[in-house]
Structures are given as C-alpha cells and as structure tokens.
Nanobody, 120 residues
Framework: DVQLVESGGGSAQIGGSLRLSCVVS?????VAWFRQAPGTTREGVAG??????TSYAEFAEGRFTISKDSKNTFYLQMNQLKPEDTAMYYC???????????????????WGQGTQVTVS
C-alpha cells in the first residue's frame, strides 16, 4: 500500500514562510496537499500530477508552490503566510487519478497523519 509521512509544520509569523515535506512510498499517481482548520471541512491546497502538471486552490495561487524531488518527497512551499492559513495540513495520494484541476477528497485514497501549521 501507499504510505505518506509529513513533516515541516510549525509556527510562523504573518508574512513568513514554511516548507512542508511528504515522503511517499508505494505505487501512486497524483499527490496533493489538503488542509483543515477547526470547524471547517478539509479543502484542497495544491496538487502535482504524474506529468508534473500542477493545480492550486485560488487562495494558494502565487503564494504556495508544490514540487517533488527525485526521491519521491513532495514539498509545499508556503510564502506570505496569513493567519487564515492556520490549519492541519495533510498530504494525500491517489491510486489512479493522474491529474485534476479540482482537488477532491474522494479522488485521494491514501493520507498522511497531518502536520499543524500556525500563523500568528
């Protein structure tokens, strides 16, 4: 099966930066980052398809960047952080979706444990 382990969360000042990492093992297609703030539903942040195509939520465009290295570690670089970016961030992988413009939870079958990001 696919396993995902996130790291890199923590506290940041408004306007600061954080980089989240997700090590993915096992056969998978698209990988994405989601987030969930207390009292809200989980929402897609950014996705990276099999061919390198990316997709971003509107709030992430221009501030967040998803990437991958050669060792199957996926990153989410977050710049210009805002208090509303405070949330638990999850890495997720799809069994068969190769890319999608809209990030839907139902397309992702494997999830990491999450890493907390707090901006103040």
């Amino acid at each position: 099966d696919v396993q995902l382990v996130e790291s890199g969360g923590g506290s940041a000042q408004i306007g600061g930066s954080l980089r989240l990492s997700c090590v993915v093992s096992g056969d998978h297609r698209m990988v994405a980052w989601f987030r969930q703030a207390p009292g809200t539903t989980r929402e897609g942040v950014a996705g990276l398809g099999d061919d390198g195509s990316t997709s971003y939520a509107e709030f992430a465009e221009g501030r967040f960047t998803i990437s991958k290295d050669s060792k199957n570690t996926f990153y989410l670089q977050m710049n210009q952080l805002k208090p509303e970016d405070t949330a638990m961030y999850y890495c997720a992988a799809s069994r068969w979706v190769t890319w999608a413009r809209e990030l839907l939870e139902s397309d992702f079958h494997f999830w990491g444990q999450g890493t907390q990001v707090t901006v103040s």
